[in-house]
């Protein structure tokens, strides 16, 4: 095993316990599915294995820093499932493959928030969004190689289809934790706020344009459904071809795409190549 | 030119103190402008801890403005991970010291993050102790000394988790060799690693090439205990652990190449921090450390 692998294993078991147990007594990765090698798994055995757990604190400072970025969906996980700690994302495939992979593990939060609470519809919808407008700030790729078309999506927006409501229940949950006179967090994590009359839809979808401007302010903006067709066919690298169809599919030109491309260029939601 | 050419050019910076963005404004803490206004001998130079999407604080900026002398700290590099040295953290680094010229830059060396750099997995792990590890090291430290055209000193970092077959000090001898580099000692993270392994506080320095030795750190550090267990927390108080001076007092005498201290004391207030300046200095003056008047 490598040193930047070793490495990147005693992080996972720094935070994740149960792997520490795994690797002392069977020597095994139960999370990932690997056997360690011996070598290596005598050097990772080598401290006494309490000193492993020896920060009480690290779980829960990632947390609360994880907790700033999706604050309004940790927020509602607190109100509508307080028995199911955050702390268990460190149990999870996200976390673990986030770490061996080099990804964002903010990102592999907010996947995790996702489908680890698929059956609450407004932290699902929430952690979508939140994702979003954090991987926008960052101005994450969203794509992992060169685009093939002459366009893409900039890395400082992104488009996305939740839930109705989800952008105003964001808004006014962000809101409503603001008020707070301690903070936000403190709000979110003590329950301390009224999440009273926010709903959003079970059935019906709206779709959005989330969008890093120049000026550090992101802007959640709801879009019409060509616009939406034609920026998430960007977004998965559709080419020239597939843009083309979806505007014939709604009456216009190659050259009203054309126009309308470089309108989104301007704004600084699409890219040319 | 070697290190040892190239360690003759670097200034004489005598003592100094550490900050980090925003130290100044958490409570009762240390101005480092008033210190210097005071005690001009304990704040002879500025060591800023730096992340580079933080930039330099108000006090940091008042400093360099006044043309006083700074080393950059770096807060936000895996020297050993070759996907760190990203192209726009490489502009915006060298950027910031080719506009504020740093007399050096030095930080642990370790993992100051887990996947890409974002503020919530920030950390900082020792690196593993083995020799596969060096020469990935070693390249961090060239990429980044050519990419600013500045010396880049290692640091030893804490730890209570040490991984590899190499003793510290070893490995970084190894690093300082395979770079052609000097190395920043920071003595209270060596007296926590030693205590760690049941060793002696200078364990293997008498292998260690103390002529690579051009700065030292002190901090104090708290005694802890965690399932029966002694552990060091590197607190940056200003009560230092006697194996601290143990280990200062070596390398002081046996380093020729030294040139700069550091009295790591950034969230203490000043006058809590003088007489562990005045040991330093003390020390420094009985082995001949920074006789010349410094620059």
């Known amino acids: ?273 | 030119m070697g290190f040892k050419a190239r360690v003759r050019a670097l200034p004489k910076l005598g003592i100094g103190v550490s900050t980090e963005y925003g130290a100044h404004t958490l409570g009762e803490t240390l101005d480092p402008i008033e210190l210097r206004e005071q005690h001009p001998a304990f704040g002879r130079f500025l060591e800023v801890g730096v992340e580079i999407a933080k930039g330099l604080d108000s006090d940091a900026r008042r400093w360099i403005r006044d043309g006083h002398p700074w080393t950059y700290h770096f807060l936000d590099i895996n020297l050993d991970e070759p996907e760190d040295f990203d192209t726009e953290w490489l502009s915006k680094v060298s950027a910031l010291v080719d506009a504020h010229e740093p007399a050096w830059l030095c930080g642990d060396a370790g993992l100051w993050h887990f996947g890409p750099r974002e503020p919530e997995n920030m950390l900082l792990l020792p690196p593993i102790l083995s020799e596969a590890a060096v020469r990935p090291m070693a390249d961090g430290i060239e990429q980044l000394r050519a990419a600013t055209a500045r010396e880049v000193f290692p640091e030893n970092p804490p730890g209570t988790i040490f991984l590899g077959d190499l003793h510290i000090l070893d490995y970084f001898a190894r690093v300082c060799e395979s770079a052609d580099t000097g190395m920043l000692l920071d003595c209270a993270h060596l007296a926590i690693y030693q205590r760690l392994q049941g060793m002696t506080p200078t364990t293997a320095l008498d292998g260690f090439p103390l002529d690579r030795v051009v700065e030292l750190h002190v901090a104090g550090a708290c005694v802890k205990s965690h399932a029966g267990r002694e552990i060091i927390e590197d607190n940056h108080g200003t009560e230092v652990l006697p194996d601290t001076w143990k280990i200062f007092d070596f390398v002081l005498e046996r380093a020729p190449n030294l040139k700069a201290i550091v009295f790591e004391c950034e969230r203490n207030s000043l006058d809590t921090t003088i007489a562990g300046f005045e040991r330093i200095r003390d020390a420094a003056q009985r082995h001949g450390q920074f006789e010349e008047a410094p620059q």
């Not at chain 1, 990932?32 to 070598?39: D, H, S």
């Not at chain 1, 920060?55 to 607190?78: I, K």
């Not at chain 1, 994450?140 to 229940?169: C, F, K, M, N, Y």
């Not at chain 1, 959003?200 to 890093?212: D, G, M, N, W, Y």
């Open chain 1, 1 to 273: 095993m490598n040193p930047i692998a070793m490495q990147r294993l005693s992080v996972r078991m720094l935070y994740d316990w149960s792997l520490t147990t795994a690797i002392y007594d069977t020597g095994t990765d139960p999370i990932l599915g690997v056997e360690v090698p011996a070598p290596a798994r005598a050097t990772l055995t080598r401290p006494p294995r309490e000193l492993w757990r020896s920060d009480p604190y690290r779980q829960g400072r990632m947390v609360t820093a994880l907790l700033r970025v999706f604050t309004a969906t940790c927020a509602w996980t607190f109100v509508r499932a307080p028995d199911r700690p955050l702390t268990d994302f460190f149990l999870s495939i996200d976390f673990h493959r986030s770490i061996d992979a080099r990804t964002s593990t903010v990102r592999a939060f907010g996947e995790w928030l996702s489908s680890t609470f698929c059956d609450l519809q407004e932290v699902a919808s929430l952690a979508q969004l939140e994702r979003a407008l954090d991987d926008v700030r960052h101005a994450r790729a969203p794509l992992q190689r060169e685009p093939s078309a002459s366009w893409s999506i900039s890395p400082h927006a992104r488009v996305l289809e939740v839930s109705t409501g989800t952008s105003d229940v964001l808004h006014a949950t962000h809101q409503r934790l603001e008020a707070h006179p301690i903070s936000a967090t403190h709000a979110a994590v003590h329950g301390e706020w009224d999440g009273g009359a926010l709903t959003i839809h079970r059935t019906q979808k709206e779709r959005l344009l989330v969008h890093h401007e120049p000026n550090g302010v992101a802007n959640i903006s709801r879009i019409s459904d060509p616009l939406y067709e034609l920026l998430a066919a960007l977004s998965s690298d559709g080419p020239h071809a597939t843009l083309l169809a979806v505007a014939a599919e709604h009456g216009a030109s190659a050259e009203d795409l054309d126009d309308l491309m470089r309108d989104l260029g301007e704004d600084g939601v699409v890219v040319h190549h």
